[in-house]
């Protein structure tokens, strides 16, 4: 009998479970008559609802699901870090849950190892938004500093205790400050403090938010931030946050109670040393069928690599979005190299991307869509629905 064939997938993010999940499917488990064993390695103990990083900063919910917990089956779960990609012998080296090294071999591997968040100088101030940890850390400073500021004197201090400052207006940091915003003024009605009394701030560096999205969507966006109890503030760099104070480029400053850094995500910084090729930015070099140089057997996909549309020189962003196209291309891909046939290569799905937007603004959510000479706008509880929906389907929930 034949051996089976080993397909190991480093990193169960959305990108890494979606590729698990569609090379499963597309090869039923089998290739050349050889059965499929399916490893996932990770080095959490279960999958980071990424998309929901912020939520703990508002209320105690659980965002790392247990790998078991997941509706996907037929797979092996190790529990590791993978330090070296050792693509000459075929074997990935790993530190395992105890500490201690160890190794295994593939003959398929997908480095799905993600992106982390990206912090400030350590001068700088001002706590970054990194893990689930922070996220809680955030929750009892807010409402450790609303407790003071109910039995403050002083309205000056009650109203820096009762302030928080977003730097970074992306999208997490849109999302964040919503959910800030919506529960510090349930928060103060609950201690008896005045609900308008509370402020959290969005910090945006450029002219005005999103650039990418219609000025309908802006204006609707802006509005519904508003209602929910969040300021925009446009042009404003931030310099740093020292003893409850923000200064900006300007001179300007802003008293807060906490400074929370939301300024976009870097690649995996783990990458390097891993024996794999990686741009000067670090990522994996990839050709265009997510094919990692000088590495027979080996892909890359999602935020850890850099993937080029080879027809228009478009780089994909580091996105969910993009990174599940890249998962369902690469099933195939794998599908056809395994076959000797020519393979599917990379195309940008920017056009697209470009004309969709949900945010998600506490329960409720804003909607664009850009298409077919529509530009329509959809806010309230329908939008805050399907995001979450997408949300659920992208973590594989059961
Ligand atoms: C707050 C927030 C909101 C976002 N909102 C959106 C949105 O609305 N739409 C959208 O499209 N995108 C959004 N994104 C971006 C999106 O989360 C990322 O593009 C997506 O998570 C990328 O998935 P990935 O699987 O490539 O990487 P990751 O999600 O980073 O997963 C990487 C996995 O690899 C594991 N890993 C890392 N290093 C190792 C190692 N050495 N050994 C073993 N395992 C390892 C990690 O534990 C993790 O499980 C958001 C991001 C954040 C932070």
Known sequence: MMKDLTCIIIGGGYVGLAALKLIKEK???????????FVLIDKEPGHLRKFR????????????????????????FVHGTVTFVDSGEKRIQYTDAQGNDAQIHYDLLVVAVGSSVRRPDPNQGGITLVDPQEASEIRKRWRANMRKAAHETNPKERKRLTTIAIVGAGISGIE?????ALAMKREATALGLNSFDTSV????????????VSEKYRQKLVQELSKCGVTVLNNRKVLREEAGLVT?????SLPVSICIWMIGLIPNPGLRG???????????????SYRVKGAPGVYSIGDCARIVDPKTGEEDQMTCFEGSLQAFRLAKIVMADQE?????????????????????LGQEGVFWIRKWGLDMVMTGKLPGKIKKFVEDKASMLR
């Open 340 to 360: 000797g046939r020519p393979a599917p290569i990379h195309r940008s799905s920017k056009p697209n991307m470009d004309n969709y937007f949900n945010i998600g």
């Open 176 to 180: 964040t400050s919503a959910d800030l």
């Open 201 to 212: 701030y969005l910090l945006n560096s450029q002219e005005r938010l999103l650039p990418e």
């Open 27 to 37: 090869t039923k488990g089998m290739t050349n008559g050889r059965r499929i064993r």
């Open 53 to 76: 990083l912020f939520r703990p900063t508002t209320v105690e919910e659980e965002i790392m699901i247990p790998w078991n917990d997941l509706v996907l089956e037929g797979f092996e």
């Open 274 to 288: 891993m024996g794999l090729p990686l741009t000067s930015d670090g990522r994996v070099v990839v050709d265009g």
């Open 248 to 252: 900006f480029s300007n001179g300007d």
